[in-house]
């Protein structure tokens, strides 16, 4: 009876700890299983993620797709304003040159009349005066005619010298052609018989001469 009920006490003592083992492997199916859900459960929020990123480089990829029409389109509207600005740009600076050019044209001698104006004056005083003197008459016209001179040098007026000087087709123009007056003096200048002019260098005037042949 002893032995008996040591037996039974192993095959209790046996079950009891089968049951421990049971509740061990049990624990741990259940804890593989979490894991498992865990695992399964970090997939899927992986994917969706990964879906997701798709998705936005889809779209980022069908906007970089749309971007460069787009961005064409407005540097068309950009361009045809800058157009538009400098075509007015171009007829305002037309209208006021042509404006410029017109007033220059009706006014451009006014300098030069405001400078002989006091010639005009001299004169005037001249034609008062009630002197019959030829003399004092003469040395007047002279001082009259030196400041006339003066006055369009002032203005960029020169002769052109003619005295024996060398026949220069840019500034002389020959009306006459003299024989006879030695190889010294030909192609030269023999006599001038109207006077030339220049203007700031450019010819107004040929002096007309005649010319040792």
């Known amino acids: 009876m002893f032995k008996k009920f040591k037996t039974m006490s192993k095959e209790k003592e046996i ?126 016209v002279q001082m009259i005619f030196n400041k006339f001179v003066k006055t369009l040098e002032g203005l960029g007026v020169k002769k052109i010298e003619t005295n024996d000087k060398d026949f220069d087709v840019d500034f002389h123009e020959a009306i006459a052609m003299v024989p006879g007056m030695g190889d010294d003096k030909k192609g030269k200048i023999i006599d001038c018989v109207q006077t030339g002019y220049t203007m700031n260098d450019k010819v107004i005037r040929h002096a007309k001469v005649a010319v040792g042949q």
Do not use: C, H, M, W
């Open 15 to 140: 079950n009891i700890e089968d049951g421990n083992v049971q509740e061990t492997v049990q624990n741990e199916n259940n804890e593989q299983t979490t894991q498992n859900e865990n695992t399964e459960e970090n997939q899927n929020t992986d994917n969706k993620a990964e879906e997701g990123d798709n998705n936005t480089d889809a779209a980022d990829k069908k906007a970089e797709e749309v971007d460069p029409l787009t961005k064409a389109q407005q540097e068309v509207e950009e361009l045809k304003k800058q157009l538009l600005y400098k075509t007015a740009e171009f007829e305002n600076y037309r209208k006021r040159t042509l404006k410029e050019k017109a007033e220059l044209i009706l006014n451009g001698g006014e300098k030069t009349v405001a400078a002989i104006l006091p010639i005009l004056d001299d004169f005037e005083r001249a034609i008062a005066d009630k002197s019959e003197d030829p003399k004092v008459i003469k040395e007047g």
